[in-house]
């Protein structure tokens, strides 16, 4: 079984472009969580999308949003990016909303804003 | 509102036993999570509390108390690839929230 992977590894913008990071979920999983980790903090919650409805949301602005497909698969995209949106930004997946599943986490796309 | 509390960083000898403390305030509780992350890398799974008491898995064990909202992670035989961020994570309902991590240096 496949687990999570994230594209692209790194990725360097310019301040007020917009991204798009996808992840695919591990197989059989359908709930996908996304975080942003500035370094030396832990991971922030930004929002999490179960079968492709947005299912809770951190406290994020709405310039940060989301997509899930048919497959499970996620987007993250942002758009006006500002530099402390320099982070690593990381999926989980997991077999249900329920936190006794557990999440498995992607590596991760560190994007730098400049 | 949720909160949680780590000690930033820690300092133990390879070979020794370390205490990772955590206290958490969130409303709602659905078990504690205690994952490591290395440097650059996803965090991993350590373990899972939802009841009272001591969950011992090798070399790791994790307690938990929820009238106290206090959880710690104990590190037996301390190895240098140990050295690592530990993240105590609470699940409120169905999200799983994050405190800041303890990064924990392994001295030989």
């Known amino acids: 079984e496949t687990g999570v992977t994230q594209s692209p590894t790194h990725l360097i913008k310019t301040r007020g472009q917009q991204v798009t990071l996808r992840c695919s979920s591990q197989?059989?999983?359908?709930?996908v969580s996304w975080y942003q980790q500035a370094l030396g903090q832990g991971p922030q919650f930004i929002f999490q999308?179960?079968?492709?409805?947005?299912?809770g949301r951190g406290n994020f602005p709405p310039r940060f949003s989301g997509l899930q497909f048919p497959n499970y698969s996620s987007e993250l995209n942002v758009n006006a990016l500002e530099l402390d949106d320099s982070a690593l930004y990381l999926c989980?997946?997991?077999?249900?909303?329920?936190?006794?599943?557990?999440?498995?986490f992607g590596s991760g796309t560190r994007l730098t804003v400049v | 509102g949720q909160n949680i509390d780590q000690p930033t960083e820690m300092t133990a000898t390879e070979g020794a036993i370390v205490q990772i403390n955590c206290t958490y305030q969130?409303?709602?509780?659905?078990?504690l999570f205690w994952y490591q992350q290395h440097a650059g890398e996803a965090p991993t799974f350590l373990s899972y509390?939802?009841?009272?008491g001591l969950e011992e898995k090798g070399r790791f064990s994790s307690f938990l108390s929820r009238s106290k909202g206090y959880s710690y992670l104990l590190l037996k035989e301390l190895q240098m690839k140990d050295s690592a961020s530990y993240l105590c994570?609470?699940?409120?309902?169905?999200?799983?929230?994050f405190g800041k991590g303890t990064r924990l240096h392994i001295l030989p």
């Open positions: 989980a997946s997991s077999v249900g909303t329920g936190a006794i599943y557990g999440y498995t």
């Open positions: 197989s059989g999983h359908n709930t």
């Open positions: 999308y179960y079968r492709e409805e947005e299912n």
């Open positions: 969130t409303s709602g509780f659905n078990g």
């Open positions: 509390n939802v009841l009272d």
């Open positions: 994570a609470v699940s409120p309902y169905d999200k799983i929230i």
